[in-house]
């Protein structure tokens, strides 16, 4: 999937195990090898102020903890958005001393690709005021280029006021500005996004029908984007139990598109696993596992 992720495809996957399985484990493990290949990593868990869809900046709460959860490989533990602007205007300068051309230009260029999708104006925009505070040594103008980017604009007036543009990241825009990231990632020399959504279980103890359905229609949105080729350098992993995927009440069962779309092979069943499809289970260690690895722990120590 990191692979490819890094050609220019996209992926995603549902991880679905019991509480203990290792699912948090497994997307580390995940997020440690997408950073060795030169992956951008976001990450968050979903909890009750953070959403997929909500219309009370539930959504904007959760882009905002993936952008403070940014990680490239040499800063691993997160925090890393304003060095991969850094390293796309490095970049940027790297190719204007090679090439002979004015530096402006050259960011005007790779700013207008994004441009052509949802909300690439805005977006390629204040990456542009971020350069100018960069020229300038205008601290100000670059932190508000990285609270634009991050979410943190309650309302659009205040980011016409401080950047000039007229719109903000909202929770209608959330998966549109991660395309978004994921096309400006590899503009600044990274081989792709991975989007890392840990606790989906929050999505299934909603207690309100209509706002569960509208993150499942949201994750159907996604995962049809995905699978019909629609967006490029971007994978997503999304765990949680199994109460969340299979229950037909409240998990993603209830929603038929999505049920259809995530169904379990009918051949694989007992010692047959299907790893092509979108989700992915992990099972508990059975008790010869379990006494394997004591074994070896035991002789570790």
Known sequence: ???????????????????????????????????KMGVVVMSAGLAPNRRLHASDGQARSLFSELTHNTAIR????????????????????????????DIDSI?????????????????????????????????????NALRWLRAEFASSTDARGALGVRTIIDDESVYDHLKLFSAFVCEAGYKGLIVILDEMVNLYKLGSRQARNSNYEQILHMLNDVLQGGVSHLGILM???????????????????????????????????????PVLRLQNLTPEYLLALLTKIRRVF
Not at 1 to 25: C, H
Not at 84 to 98: G, N, P, T
Not at 242 to 269: C, I, K, M, V
């Open 74 to 101: 040499t800063k691993p533990e997160g925090g890393a958005l304003e060095s991969v602007i850094e390293r796309f205007i490095s970049q940027a300068v790297a190719e204007s001393d090679e090439q002979g051309t």
């Open 1 to 35: 999937d990191i692979d490819r992720v890094t050609d220019g495809g996209s992926s995603i996957r549902f991880i679905i195990g019991e509480f203990g399985s290792g699912k948090t484990f497994f997307l580390n493990l995940v997020r440690l090898v997408a950073l």
């Open 107 to 143: 960011i005007r260029n790779k700013l207008s690709r994004l441009q052509e999708l949802v909300g690439g104006y805005e977006f390629a925009t204040v990456i542009a005021r971020y350069w100018e505070g960069h020229l300038d040594g205008e601290e100000e103008l670059k932190s």
């Open 239 to 277: 765990s949680g139990t199994p109460d969340f995927l299979l229950d037909t009440r409240r998990g993603l069962y209830s929603y038929e598109a999505l049920q259809t779309r995530l169904a379990q092979n009918p051949f694989a069943h007992k010692c047959y696993f299907d790893l092509s499809g």
